[in-house]
């Protein structure tokens, strides 16, 4: 563990920069115990695969005794941490490069969805836009280079894959992902309490659905 002052009122910690599982839990971990003890002079934090920022108010804790706070903290974690909880989300694979996909790695179409349906994947951090979940897992096999072109507007639902990434749009706007599908889930909602359903360190597995389930699902006729 290291730190890194970013500016007056931002302390980073950073840990070994790979993208590893037990290294994210241990960042979810240390973000989880720091706003437990409610540490006054806290103003936010944030994370992603491997680092921290603290951002805090200098003229209420300083940076030395932010250290020694966090210093304190027990970061024991188990992989079996992140194997409770896990989110099923329907998707309609019937995105618009769906096809180009298939095509690059010389798969059916049907195979691209298998493979993608048939793990299970970690949420390291929820980043980009409100919500929107950076996933690990993705099958090599189906593994494919962002769009040399980005869309200027891609709809909230949209299940892309961008390298060796997966992702879920959360709200409408640019990407530049492989839309293989879509999913009726609003998976950001500013009025609900709980505004995201996704959270860093979950699982999540996607599932094939039709157009009907999908109108029904969207429209609140239907329970999953």
């Known amino acids: 563990m290291t730190y890194v002052t970013l500016n007056d009122r931002t302390l980073g910690i950073y840990f070994d ?34 680092m921290i920022a603290v951002h805090y108010d200098p003229y209420i804790i300083d940076e030395s005794n932010l250290k020694e706070i966090i210093a304190n903290i027990s970061l ?34 049907d195979e691209v969805i298998n493979i993608h349906s048939g793990v299970q994947y ?6 980009f836009s409100a919500g929107f ?6 099958d090599p096999q189906i593994a494919t280079p962002r769009l040399k072109t980005p869309r ?16 879920i749009y959360t709200v409408d706007s640019p990407g530049g992902w492989n839309i293989i599908g879509r999913t009726p889930l609003k998976l950001f909602d500013p009025s609900k309490d709980q505004s995201c359903i996704l959270r860093a360190g ?6 094939p659905i039709d157009v009907h389930t999908f109108n029904m699902l969207e429209s609140g006729d239907a329970n999953d």
Request: with cysteine; charged share 20%.
């Open 17 to 50: 920069q790979k993208i590893s599982r037990h290294i994210n839990l241990t960042v979810i971990t240390l973000c989880h115990e720091l706003e437990v003890l409610k540490v006054e002079g806290i103003k936010a934090i944030q994370h992603t695969y491997h």
């Open 122 to 127: 970690y949420v390291y951090f929820l980043g």
């Open 202 to 207: 979950c699982n999540i597995e996607f599932y």
């Open 76 to 109: 024991d974690v188990s992989l079996e941490d992140s194997k409770s909880e896990v989110v099923r989300i329907p998707v309609l694979y019937d995105g618009p490069d769906l096809d180009q996909v298939s095509i690059a790695h010389n798969l059916t179409i």
């Open 152 to 167: 200027l507007k891609v709809k909230a639902g949209s299940v892309g894959i961008a390298d060796q990434q997966t992702g």
């Open 133 to 138: 979940p950076y996933l690990g897992g993705l």
